[in-house]
């Protein structure tokens, strides 16, 4: 099979299934916003430190012949968000908001696909929210719907969440997912109902589709990659000090934070929090009261994430709504145990009790017991440390990438036997 990956951004998850694609020579063509390649002018730019975001837009020169880019509205997104001109970026209203820059990808995809058929595709990959368009003209042509929904179903989204409103109303204004226009979440299930196949890296977001109205076509769990595995963990005796816990991610209720916060509570004295990630809001006042307690980062470069983690002894991830957590993989990849929740990617990555931790989510109790378990076994963070990193080693990004490669592939040959019989 033939396909064409329409991705506006790109992300880790997207290059790796690209870079599969390549291997297996499945990969027609990339569509996406900004594609800077080595030695091009953009890139030499990158070296100005002004600049120095250009570089996280250079792609494998190996992408090069099979990369089409329109970069307009998303350089306009970059440099709007630079010089703080947010009126230009609002939600789904703004001349440069990332509604209007994947609504503008999805049609230029759209518009392409008729001389593509020509030239040999067999079918289209796309995301959530820029697939309407490209999936309604493949529909047309004869050609494969492929859908990647990166995140949990927005219905159990909301009836998840709508529960914090009433469990935690002090941290209601952190829960920023309530804006999508009924417009915008009919297009998502528009997409859904046109899919012929419906990747997802997770158990949970699989679940949350449950709560889709209609029928569905085949739903497949293939979960993300881990980072490579190239730094040695050292794990220094909890002896005279405090045990290092570290969250990463944004600061709303959706990550579970409230729970983390009243999970440690009282136990200040055996806990060092930190904090990392930037604020959903700016005057949630439970939140600034909580962060003010613990030491916080406001954000921090992908290098530096990683060396932080190296730094604490145990990774926090509470979060009430996650289609994945990259998070969880790149603890685990740095030898950090990880203590996670039922609605995170954490049940298909970790062995309870073996490897780190599952608890249900919204439960400060759970938390703690855990925090508690540690810090009474404190041999734990090596042990566990270490079973992580080994389980990391054994599931690299190129697995991802092989495991995508092969179920496209096994729809080409499906589509073809249909055809014999």
């Not at 990259?326 to 062995?351: C, F, W, Y």
Request: charged share 25%.
């Amino acid at each position: 099979m033939k396909v064409l990956v329409s991705h506006p951004t790109l992300n880790a998850n997207s290059k790796n299934l690209i870079n599969g694609l390549l291997k297996e020579q499945q990969l027609f063509k990339l569509f996406t916003s900004i594609a800077i390649f080595p030695g091009q002018i953009l890139y030499k730019l990158g070296n100005n430190p002004k600049l120095k975001d250009l570089k996280r837009r250079s792609l494998d020169t190996a992408w090069q012949p099979y990369t089409r880019s329109k970069s307009f509205f998303e350089f306009g997104r970059l440099l709007t968000s630079k010089f703080k001109l947010d009126f230009l970026i609002t939600h789904e209203k703004g001349f440069f908001c990332i509604d209007r820059i994947y609504q503008k990808h999805d049609n230029w995809v759209a518009n392409t696909l008729a001389k593509a058929k020509k030239q040999g595709l067999s079918g289209v990959y796309a995301y959530e929210d820029g697939a309407l368009s490209t999936f309604i003209e493949a529909k047309q042509l004869g050609l494969y719907c492929i859908y990647d929904l990166p995140i949990g179903y927005w219905k159990s989204s909301r009836s998840l969440m709508q529960k914090e409103f009433i469990i935690n109303p002090d941290w209601s204004s952190t829960l920023t997912g309530f804006n999508d226009s009924s417009k915008k979440l009919n297009k998502k299930d528009q997409e859904l109902a046109l899919a012929d196949i419906i990747f997802v890296a997770s158990s949970f977001t699989k679940k949350t589709l449950e709560e889709y109205s209609g029928d569905l076509a085949e739903i497949k769990v293939i979960p993300y990659g881990f980072p490579e595995v190239t730094a040695e963990k050292k794990y220094p005796p909890l002896v005279n000090r405090k045990l290092k816990v570290l969250f990463i991610g944004g600061l709303s209720q959706r990550k579970g934070l409230s729970y983390l916060f009243e999970a440690v509570e009282g136990l200040q004295d055996k806990v060092e929090l930190t904090i990392v990630g930037q604020k959903a809001v700016p005057n949630c006042a439970s939140l600034n009261r909580a962060l003010e307690k613990h030491k916080w980062i406001p954000s921090l470069s992908h290098d530096q994430v990683l060396a932080c983690m190296r730094e604490h002894d145990v990774f926090v991830f509470p979060s009430l709504f996650e289609g994945f957590g990259l998070v969880i993989t790149e603890a685990m990849s740095q030898g950090i145990p990880v203590i996670t929740t039922d609605r995170t990617a954490g049940p298909d990555l970790i062995k309870d009790g073996e490897d780190g931790w599952i608890v249900p989510a919204g439960s400060s109790k759970a938390l703690k017991e855990v925090i508690t378990k540690i810090l009474e076994k404190p041999e734990l963070v090596e042990k566990f440390g270490l079973a992580a990193q080994n389980k990391a080693k054994t599931r690299p990004w190129s697995v991802y990438g092989k495991e995508m490669a092969d179920a496209l592939s096994s729809l080409s040959f499906i589509k073809n036997w249909d055809k014999w019989i």
